[in-house]
């Protein structure tokens, strides 16, 4: 790869990883007004408050940038970019098009693993950091929830590892077949539930819990540290879903294969990224305990459980 | 597996609510439909006010200021009186108190006051929502005619009065026997007058804001 190559192919993540997150959030907006009966924003733009995110934008990068003295530093300024920069290497190694990512690596599917976990790390530092009970209880709540669900998506992504035959994403598309989608569907509901917990995102989003913690591990941090957070966020709903698109539903396979092609993958990566928001309009937030059980009592047995499924169909050669 | 059901509810009912046209009312862009009687500013017709005070008095919050100052008429008739009347100086209502409980409407006897539907007077300073006469009387373009009376309901105080037939005259028409009133007499009396003295027709004539006694006679 030559370095010219090199550049080109970051710098098409680095769009991508600016883009498709507000393209997600900007659906947000508006998926979520309607479901609630609403309009969503109208005015920034011209059209539909198209530019809504992009004006936030601007007034984030306005506000002042505020340390508490008691807060632990580097760490507190350090967390939005731990919780931001996973995500980027994430969407670099998921592949949307045969022989398109911008990163082919063997073992991408533990890269992105490692990635995504870290990100969630993110949230956990800024609790400690930021000396303030709120933040700290949210941090709990973060660390907490980061041990849960872990483990469900290492072992949705073990079955899916297993079915394919490697660790490459690459190579697990290039394996997936429409079979996999009833075979696979219990992985496959567990990690969506997973990542939505992952991700800190309603009906999971107790380390956030806005009336309760007030914005959790968040609540000391302003202007651009807070739009990298809520970055990230969306980033990683980006990176989820276009896992679960392109391991689950077959990324560009479907109809008018050739044509579409990456579109494809694109496509179904945002329709479960409508999915993860309109279960964050329909269902309202867990409680703590309920969040638990919900990990250790059911995603982890029915993802063993899939495993198990896998196990068998793999040996039986299905 | 218990709250699966109402899992799949919440989906579906959003679902269903995305589908659905939005009931969002675009206020700024598109003005409310307010419903008959809304309190929105107390309008002043300045011409009706007596300064009577009563508004004033009975307002829960004092936030009603009137001054007034009387002014001698001159009797128009050889050797009569002369008449003082009250003329109004200041009418005010500071809105940063005002609760909109009405009761200055309901109260004022002469209908001077009204309300208007506009809301749209929010300020940037509190004091601004002090609204002195001028401002007031300005409302008055904006108040709705009054609502149509129902079909069964009674004349008004003001029309019965004008057409009730002149004083005597009913013992005329009741010979002439017309028609179905046949037996029954028109009330030409009133109850009060009886034509005997008024206990307090020897004093003196009461306060020239306060209103005339038989103004409020409102049932016929």
Redesign the interface.
């Known amino acids: 790869m030559s370095l010219l190559e090199a550049a080109l192919r970051a710098a098409s993540v680095l769009a991508a990883f600016l883009v498709l997150p507000l393209l997600v959030g900007q659906a947000e907006h508006k998926v979520m007004a309607h479901m609630q009966g609403r309009l969503g924003p109208m005015y920034a733009g011209g059209f539909h408050g198209w530019a809504q995110l992009v004006a936030d934008g601007v007034k984030f990068v306005q506000k002042e940038d505020i340390t508490p003295r008691a807060a632990d530093r580097w760490v507190f300024r350090l967390a939005p970019a731990v919780a931001l920069i996973p995500y980027l290497l994430a969407m670099a190694t998921i592949p949307i098009h045969p022989g398109v990512a911008a990163v082919d690596v063997p073992g991408s599917l533990v890269l992105v693993l490692a990635a995504t976990s870290v990100g969630a790390l993110g949230t956990l530092m800024a609790g400690w950091a930021s000396a303030n009970k709120y933040a700290l209880l949210g941090g709990l709540r973060a660390a907490a929830q980061l041990v849960s669900y872990e483990l469900p998506i290492v072992l949705a992504l073990a079955s899916i590892a297993m079915a394919g035959g490697s660790l490459s994403l690459m190579a697990l598309t290039q394996a997936w077949s429409p079979w996999w989608l009833l075979w696979q569907l219990p992985g496959g509901l567990v990690f969506l539930v997973a990542a939505c917990a992952e991700l800190q995102r309603p009906p999971f989003d107790m380390p956030v819990a806005d009336a309760e913690l007030v914005m959790g591990a968040w609540t000391e941090y302003t202007g651009l540290r807070f739009a990298f957070f809520l970055l990230a966020e969306y980033a990683g709903i980006v990176v989820m879903s276009l896992l679960f698109a392109v391991l689950w539903l077959g990324g560009w396979h479907g109809p008018f294969e050739g044509t579409l092609g990456w579109l494809w993958t694109l496509l179904k990566g945002f329709g479960v990224a409508v999915l993860v928001i309109w279960v964050r309009v329909a269902w309202p937030r867990l409680r703590e305990d309920q969040l638990q059980r919900l990990a250790w009592l059911w995603l982890v047995p029915i993802a063993l459980a899939q495993l198990l499924l896998t196990g068998a169909g793999v040996v039986m050669g299905w | 597996m218990r709250p699966l059901p109402g899992?799949l509810k919440?989906?579906i009912?959003?679902?269903r609510?995305?589908l659905?046209p939005?009931?969002?009312a675009?206020y700024p862009d598109v003005a409310p439909e307010l419903p008959p009687r809304s309190r929105g500013v107390i309008a002043l017709l300045e011409e009706n006010c007596t300064s009577c005070m009563l508004c004033a008095r009975e307002c829960p919050d004092w936030c009603i200021y009137i001054d007034s100052h009387k002014e001698t008429i001159p009797a128009t008739t050889e050797g009569g009186r002369d008449r003082q009347r009250n003329v109004l100086d200041r009418f005010a209502i500071d809105f940063s108190l005002c609760m909109y409980c009405g009761i200055c409407i309901e109260v004022c006897p002469f209908d001077a006051l009204h309300w208007s539907p506009q809301f749209e007077y929010a300020e940037v300073d509190l004091l601004d929502l002090l609204h002195e006469k001028d401002r007031l009387g300005g409302w008055m373009a904006s108040v709705p005619p009054p609502p149509a009376l129902d079909e069964k309901a009674a004349e008004p105080a003001e029309i019965a009065a004008a057409n009730r037939p002149a004083r005597g005259a009913g013992l005329a028409g009741g010979a002439g026997g017309a028609g179905g009133s046949g037996p029954r007499m028109p009330r030409t009396v009133r109850p009060r007058a009886a034509g005997s003295p008024r206990p307090d027709a020897g004093s003196p004539p009461p306060d020239a804001g306060s209103p005339p006694p038989d103004a409020g006679e409102a049932s016929p």
């Open positions: 899992i919440g989906l009912t959003t679902a609510t995305a659905r939005t009931h969002t675009e």
